[in-house]
């Protein structure tokens, strides 16, 4: 008889297949305030590599939101970020050409406030840049972003 030894418990029980998935994953964006401009990075992974949009990732089991938010700023900006608090939550999803969904993220985003220090690019930012509300809604590709930072622009008014 031969004796069996369990196996140790995946720290994600759930696959991690981020790319035509079964199920919607957890993600947050971070509008990263300093003074009227937000930072804004450029991707360097799909879904939008190469586009312009804020800072974000996946959450981490065990990791509430805004944890995930300030994490995900510091690995992307090397940013140390006060949160503010949600502005929204949204779906991001990306289909191929024959319809299939290829990426489904449930977002939510973050305001925060960094009101010092150098960003750079770091993890999954080619670049990084402060820009005004004007020059979000230029340079981002996907219209979700500049509603993300006007709808933050309007609750840091309140």
Same mark, same amino acid.
Request: net charge neutral; hydrophobic share 40%; charged share 30%.
């Given at each position: 008889?031969?004796?069996?030894?369990?196996?140790?418990?995946?720290?994600?029980?759930?696959?991690?297949? #981020? #790319?035509?998935?079964?199920?919607? *994953?957890?993600?947050?964006?971070?509008?990263?305030?300093?003074?009227?401009?937000?930072?804004?990075? #450029?991707?360097?992974?799909?879904?939008?590599?190469?586009?312009?949009?804020?800072?974000?990732?996946?959450?981490?089991?065990?990791?509430?939101?805004?944890?995930?938010?300030?994490?995900?700023?510091?690995?992307?900006?090397?940013?140390?970020?006060?949160?503010?608090?949600?502005?929204?939550?949204?779906?991001?999803?990306?289909?191929?050409?024959?319809?299939?969904?290829? *990426?489904?993220?449930?977002?939510?985003?973050?305001?925060?406030?960094?009101?010092?220090?150098?960003?750079?690019?770091?993890?999954?930012?080619?670049?990084?840049?402060?820009?005004?509300?004007?020059?979000?809604?230029?340079?981002?590709?996907?219209?979700?972003?500049?509603?993300?930072?006007?709808?933050?622009?309007?609750q840091r008014a309140l």
């Amino acid at each position: 008889m031969t004796k069996k030894t369990a196996k140790p418990a995946r720290k994600n029980p759930v696959p991690d297949d #981020r #790319r035509y998935p079964a199920r919607p *994953f957890v993600a947050v964006g971070i509008v990263i305030w300093r003074s009227d401009k937000v930072l804004l990075i #450029r991707r360097s992974k799909p879904p939008r590599a190469g586009e312009w949009g804020l800072p974000g990732g996946m959450q981490d089991l065990g990791e509430t939101i805004v944890e995930a938010a300030l994490r995900e700023a510091r690995e992307e900006t090397g940013l140390e970020v006060t949160p503010l608090g949600i502005i929204t939550a949204l779906d991001g999803i990306t289909r191929d050409a024959k319809g299939n969904v290829e *990426f489904h993220y449930t977002i939510i985003d973050i305001a925060g406030e960094s009101l010092e220090g150098e960003a750079y690019a770091r993890t999954d930012a080619h670049e990084v840049r402060w820009a005004t509300l004007d020059e979000v809604e230029r340079l981002c590709g996907w219209p979700e972003v500049a509603r993300i930072v006007r709808l933050s622009a309007l609750q840091r008014a309140l």
